[in-house]
């Protein structure tokens, strides 16, 4: 039987996992997700902003962490990827330019 529903379900979604110290976050982290960002919310604890699975939020909230489901990732809207090198080189690019200005 196919399951047109979840056929139709988005694959990948843009979360916000909370961690409250770091040992949470390396558990976090050591799980292998598409981590964006990882910022500290308050004195010890973290938030990481990624792009996962269904199923690996519904393993982070079994395992005790609060998951912000922000929506699914749109097929659409493809997102770009960069090497650290080729980020670096952009933003001191950037602020060459913007000194240059001043």
Do not use: C
């Not at 909230?61 to 960069?82: C, H, K, M, R, W």
Request: charged share 25%; glycine share 6%; hydrophobic share 45%.
């Amino acid at each position: 039987m196919h399951d047109e529903t979840a056929a139709a379900r988005p694959s990948r979604y843009l979360v916000r996992i909370a961690a409250r110290d770091e040992q949470a976050l390396r558990s976090v982290l050591k799980r292998g997700l598409d981590v964006t960002s990882v910022e500290e919310a308050q004195a010890g604890a973290f938030r990481v902003r990624g792009i996962v699975t269904l199923e690996a939020i519904g393993r982070l909230v079994n395992d005790g962490f609060e998951v912000l489901v922000n929506g699914p990732v749109q097929a659409s809207s493809p997102i770009e990827t960069t090497t650290f090198e080729e980020w670096s080189t952009a933003m001191m690019a950037d602020l060459d330019a913007q000194l240059r200005e001043r």
